[in-house]
Nanobody, 125 residues
Framework: DVQLVESGGGSVQAGGSLTLSCAAP?????????MGWFRQAPGKEREGVAA????????KYSDSVKGRFTISRDNIKNTMSLQMNSLKPEDTALYYC??????????????????WGQGTQVTVS
C-alpha cells in the first residue's frame, strides 16, 4: 500500500495562514498522476479543494478557495503542499491528501483518487 502522510494542521484565527504538507515517498508516479487535497467538515460531504499534476504542474482549485490557497509540489522530495491564506471559519475541516491517475477534468473528484492519507485537522475560529 502507498503511504501518504499529512502534516501541518492546527488551529488558527480567521484571517490567518497555515501550510499543509503531504509526503508520498513510496508512490510510483506516472505522467497522468495528480496529487490532491480534499477536506471534510462534520456532517458534510468530502470536497475537492485543490489538485496539481505531478508532471506538468497544472493546478486546479475549488471556487471556495481560489485566490486564497496555493498548491505546489516538489518532485525531488515527492511532497506536496497547500498554502492556505485568509482562512475562514468555514475552512474548518479534516484535510486529506490523495494521489491517483486521471485527467485534469477529474482532478477534484475524490472518486478518481486511489491512495489517501489519514488526514490532518484544520480549525479556524
Amino acid at each position: 500500500d502507498v503511504q501518504l502522510v499529512e502534516s501541518g494542521g492546527g488551529s488558527v484565527q480567521a484571517g490567518g495562514s497555515l501550510t499543509l504538507s503531504c509526503a508520498a515517498p513510496t508512490y510510483t508516479y506516472y505522467s497522468d498522476t495528480y496529487m490532491g487535497w480534499f477536506r471534510q467538515a462534520p456532517g458534510k460531504e468530502r470536497e475537492g479543494v485543490a489538485a496539481i499534476s505531478r508532471a506538468g504542474g497544472d493546478s486546479k482549485y475549488s471556487d471556495s478557495v481560489k485566490g486564497r490557497f496555493t498548491i505546489s509540489r516538489d518532485n525531488i522530495k515527492n511532497t506536496m503542499s497547500l498554502q492556505m491564506n485568509s482562512l475562514k471559519p468555514e475552512d474548518t475541516a479534516l484535510y486529506y491528501c490523495a494521489t491517483g491517475r486521471m485527467t485534469y477534468a477529474h482532478a477534484l473528484n475524490d472518486r478518481t483518487y486511489n491512495d489517501w492519507g489519514q488526514g490532518t485537522q484544520v480549525t479556524v475560529s
